[in-house]
Antibody, heavy 118, light 105 residues
Framework: QVTLKESGPGILQPSQTLSLTCTFS??????????VGWIRQPSGKGLEWLANIWWDDDKYYNPSLKNRLTISKDTSTSQAFFKISTVDTTDTATYYC??????????WGQGASVTVSS | IQLTQSPSLLSASVGDRVTLSCEGS??????LAWYQQKLGEAPKLLIFNTNSLQTGIPSRFSGSGSGTDYTLTISSLQPEDVATYFC????????FGGGTKLELK
């Protein structure tokens, strides 16, 4: 059974760096073709793809946010990591991680709520 | 690639055949998936590669399309299908459509 769970700070202040961890089980990020993606969703709005990391450590970022985003992984602990630098109130959202298999996000975490507020 | 979903809100009755549309700004080459998101829950994968049904998804859900135009069909709407549906392309980068909210009439 594939499971993923996001963890993060909950609340942070403008200009800080948001750090999120995705802890997963049921698959390995060292397996050929596997990946983990990060997606966010402001309350009541649509989904925004943010970044993907692949089994071979290849990384892709949303071009509109690329300069602020960092994605990484630790296959030994079955975790993926995501950072957004210099946050502001527009980064307030629920952040999801998802497994990528056969190029699609086929299993999602429950989401981590993040609020940016002074 | 930009994805435009229509309609943004759809009201239908139990038992109705429902069709949701997703149009890409460029050819998607069938690398199109559909997700269902119920209130307060994470999205769930329904369909991938245009018309492949994800394991465990009821057969009343089906997908079709080609090029820039894709469709999700629910053959007989059930109360538990009330949700927002998002299309997603992975042909050129990765993008989601804006969603179609499906409610009961």
């Amino acid at each position: 059974q594939v499971t993923l769970k996001e963890s993060g700070p909950g609340i942070l202040q403008p200009s800080q760096t948001l750090s999120l961890t995705c802890t997963f089980s049921g698959f390995s990020l060292s397996t050929y073709g596997m990946g983990v993606g990060w997606i966010r969703q402001p309350s009541g709005k649509g989904l925004e793809w943010l970044a993907n990391i692949w089994w071979d450590d290849d990384k892709y970022y949303n071009p509109s946010l690329k300069n602020r985003l960092t994605i990484s992984k630790d296959t030994s602990t079955s975790q993926a990591f995501f950072k957004i630098s210099t946050v502001d109130t527009t980064d307030t959202a629920t952040y999801y991680c998802a497994r990528i298999s056969r190029d699609v996000m086929d299993a999602w975490g429950q989401g981590a709520s993040v609020t940016v507020s002074s | 690639i930009q994805l435009t979903q229509s309609p943004s809100l759809l009201s239908a009755s139990v038992g109705d055949r429902v069709t949701l549309s997703c149009e890409g700004s460029q050819n998607i080459n069938n690398y199109l998936a559909w997700y269902q998101q119920k209130l307060g829950e994470a999205p769930k994968l329904l369909i991938f590669n245009t018309n492949s049904l994800q394991t465990g998804i009821p057969s009343r859900f089906s997908g079709s399309g080609s090029g820039t135009d894709y469709t999700l069909t629910i053959s007989s709407l059930q109360p538990e299908d009330v949700a927002t549906y998002f299309c997603y392309q992975y042909n050129n980068g990765w993008t989601f459509g804006g969603g179609t909210k499906l409610e009961l009439k």
